[in-house]
């Protein structure tokens, strides 16, 4: 089943006079289960792909199919519900509410599908044991690492059961060995639950963890190399 | 889909007031003040509107009083067919009517004080010296004894007067009075005792007679001006005069005899409420100002909160949590501040000084130099209200600016 497919899809962003593509019509397919990541240099449109990709932003022109439904025309609160249950996000600051520590950032999106207080316990501590951060789940993010932020984040974007998580450069700020574990722990965790990976990078070592890389160039589709 | 119960937005919004927590206690701290200035401004109010009122039933109109129908008041008139004929029958009745504390006749006269070649208009109260209606004249006594019922050649002054005219208790002084006939008389009188009420405008102008030597001077013949009623309850006026209502009195509550002073009060009121709104105007720019920063500093956060499904209007709904607990919060603090200030106030009092006191306003607001403050629980509790509606009103335009925040755009503070 495709997750993700996109026709031709464009998207322009002007900032008053300046028009600039970010993306000039791409056409792709994500299936069920992937693991793959979208490289690419600076400015090759791969966090435009990932923010249309995860309802975040509308197509200036194409279609975006998400689990089946076409999203390009739904209304501001209607991708907010759609992202609410079927999407999570990994975003390079780590980005974890401040003020909440690491068990709650991971409720959040529980709190948000209005999952019961039983259910919502039982599975922020399995997600918690999941990326091994059982002991610090009453930390706030200013309390812990870089790696363990990007680790609770991991686990928040997993909390509602998504069909498929987007990670923007997700180890873009960690050093190796905290890179290696995150991207360890994703693709486990890929592995484990069926759910679909997307991540972009331009990490070459990041790369290697993908069974599929989709290349872009200047807003196109350059290299798609599906899994052998 | 579930949905985001207010409990749990209110948690994510209070944890975000201790991010920042020395603004956070900036903001809290200007709302409190400004709650505390606005019920201490307004125990003040209270007490100067609530004081004059008193003062103005207790020395001058009482609760009630009846007259003879044709009686005018601005002309003291000493007619006979505008007094009334059987006063002390007339006090007799009224006094068996139930809540009522004391009724008395008074005949009013004006007249003319001479003494040591000076001499000053003033106005002459003949009074029952045994009515309890005087015990405040009989309070305020600073020199001498207060008159006796037979007394035929004693006056009471107010000392403000005395002193004006350098006078003392012992001392002689010459009254001239316009009679019934509207013919002058003089007499000379000797000064029994001052008292000194602290109202300038009644020290300065009102000098006392035993009602009988009043009447005997002005030759009104047993007549008298009015019954002056006191009752046990303010609000039981309107009651009490229907019950005294017939064709041929007059009968007036205090409402009717200060008017003036209730419309003067009623313009403070608007000064007041001029004053509240200047002080609700700086909670509200203080509470925006907050907020703002808030937004500014949380934009990422807002990315993030609707990366993660939250819609526009939870977003709202959290800051203006915010905002909200914020503003529950300095009113809480606030109103005990305010109430301690008031306390202090109504205990202690706020000196304003011989000056103001004997000002020109002192004939209508009749304080006297100490104001004392009063709590007003129903001003407390629409200020507190209207704080709390200005500082959610205040956060709105915050609040709205973070919702319609479009998630990409907030996602690139990232």
């Known amino acids: 089943m495709q997750v993700i ?224 | 889909m579930g949905r985001l119960s207010i409990g749990k937005l209110w948690y994510i919004a209070y944890r975000d007031l201790g991010r920042n927590r020395r603004r956070s206690a900036l903001t809290l701290v200007a709302v409190a003040l400004g709650m505390g200035l606005l019920i201490v401004m307004s125990g003040l109010i209270e007490g100067a509107v609530g004081g004059s009122l008193d003062n103005s039933i207790r020395l001058q109109t009482g609760h009630l009083q009846v007259r003879d129908e044709s009686y005018d008041e601005d002309e003291l008139s000493l007619e006979w067919e505008d007094l009334l004929d059987d006063p002390h029958g007339l006090a007799a009745h009224i006094q068996t009517l139930h809540n009522v504390r004391v009724a008395t006749p008074v005949l009013w006269a004006s007249g003319m004080l001479t003494a040591r070649d000076e001499s000053v208009g003033v106005q002459v109260f003949g009074i029952d010296p045994l009515s309890a209606a005087y015990t405040s004249i009989r309070d305020a006594l600073v020199a001498g004894e207060f008159l006796a019922p037979d007394d035929r050649s004693g006056i009471l002054m107010g000392q403000r007067l005395a002193d004006s005219m350098g006078l003392s208790v012992g001392q002689r002084i010459v009254l001239v009075v316009s009679t019934a006939d509207q013919e002058p008389d003089e007499a000379t009188f000797t000064i029994r005792s001052l008292y000194a009420t602290g109202v300038a405008s009644y020290d300065e102008t009102r000098v006392f007679l035993p009602l009988s030597k009043l009447q005997a001077f002005t030759r009104t013949e047993g007549r008298a001006s009015a019954i002056f009623i006191l009752l046990h309850h303010q609000d039981e006026a309107d009651a009490v005069a229907a019950a005294l209502r017939a064709p041929e009195f007059g009968v007036l509550t205090w409402r009717d005899l200060n008017q003036v002073l209730l419309q003067s009060l009623e313009a403070s009121d608007v000064f007041l409420d001029m004053m509240n709104l200047v002080v609700l105007a700086v909670v509200a720019v203080v509470i925006a100002n907050t907020l703002l920063m808030a937004v500014f500093e949380r934009t990422r956060e807002m990315g993030i909160l609707a990366a993660l499904g939250m819609k526009g209007r939870q977003i709202l709904l959290m800051f203006l949590l915010q905002a909200g607990t914020l503003g529950v919060a300095g009113i809480v603090l606030g109103s005990l501040l305010g109430g301690l200030g008031v306390a202090y106030l109504a205990t202690v009092g706020l000196p304003i000084g011989e000056a103001a006191a004997a000002g020109e306003a002192s004939n209508i607001i009749t304080y006297g130099n100490i104001l004392y403050a009063r709590f007003s629980p129903s001003d407390a509790v629409s200020l507190s209200t209207m704080e709390l509606l200005i500082t959610l009103l205040a956060s709105l335009y915050p609040a709205w600016f973070a919702a319609r925040m479009e998630p990409i755009e907030a996602l690139r503070a990232l």
Request: charged share 25%; net charge neutral; aromatic share 4%.
């Open chain 1, 5 to 228: 497919q996109l026709q031709n899809v464009t998207r322009v962003y002007r900032i008053g006079e300046v028009e600039t593509q970010a993306l000039r019509g791409v056409t792709l397919d994500i299936s069920d289960g992937e693991f793959a990541a979208i490289v690419g240099p600076s400015g090759s449109g791969k966090t435009t792909l990932l923010q249309l990709m995860g309802c975040l932003d509308r197509p200036s022109t194409g279609i975006v199919h998400i689990n089946g439904q076409d999203v390009t025309r739904l209304k501001p609160n209607q991708r907010a519900d759609l992202r609410k249950g079927t999407i999570g996000f990994v975003f390079q600051f780590f980005a974890l509410i401040p003020g909440l520590t690491a068990y709650e950032n991971i409720e959040l999106p529980l709190l948000l599908t209005g999952t019961k207080a039983r259910e919502r316990r039982a599975r922020v501590n399995e997600l918690l044991d999941a990326v091994g951060l059982s002991e610090r789940a009453r930390h706030r993010p200013d309390q812990m690492s870089g790696g363990e932020q990007q680790r609770v984040a991991i686990a928040r974007a997993l909390a509602t059961r998504p069909v498929l998580v987007l990670a923007d450069e997700p180890t873009a700020n960690l050093d190796t060995e905290n890179g290696r574990q995150v991207m360890d722990i994703m693709q486990r965790l890929n592995e484990d639950t069926g759910t679909t990976f997307i991540f972009a990078t331009h990490d070459p070592r990041v790369i290697s963890f993908a069974r599929r890389t989709i290349e872009l160039r200047d807003g196109r589709v350059a290299d798609n190399s599906r899994p052998a």
